[in-house]
């Protein structure tokens, strides 16, 4: 059974930087693409960054590129999510996820970890 267990978030001020640690575990993932989302009250659930395990090609929302980096360590299997310059508007839950699709784009989600809360300050 694939899990995903989240860490890292916390509450910074605006400009501060967090590291978003993901574990994974019960699979092997050289299929898969792994990534963070995030949900901030009120709105919907909303892409931020992705890697293709295999490959290591990434992408990013428009909003988060040059302030956001995911990363991935192969032996530990575990997925990074490094935030600088964050924003107030970056404030959200952020889900790590597990899914298919081609590169490095998601068409399916397989499995969601529980979430870990950020919040930014101004």
């Known amino acids: 059974q694939v899990q995903l267990v989240e860490s890292g978030g916390g509450s910074v001020q605006a400009g501060a930087s967090l590291r978003l640690s993901c574990a994974a575990s019960g699979h092997t993932f050289n299929s898969y693409i792994m990534g963070w989302f995030r949900q901030a009250p009120g709105k919907e659930r909303e892409f931020v960054a992705a890697?293709?395990?295999?490959?290591?090609?990434?992408h990013y929302a428009d909003s988060v590129k040059d302030r956001f980096t995911i990363s991935r360590e192969n032996a530990k299997i575990m997925v990074y999510l490094q935030m600088n310059s964050l924003k107030p508007e970056d404030t959200a839950l952020y889900y790590c996820?597990?899914?298919?699709?081609?590169?490095?784009?998601?068409?399916?989600?397989?499995?969601w970890g529980q979430g870990t809360q950020v919040t930014v300050s101004s």
């Open positions: 996820a597990a899914g298919k699709g081609p590169g490095s784009y998601y068409r399916v989600i397989d499995v």
């Open positions: 890697i293709n395990w295999s490959d290591g090609s990434t």
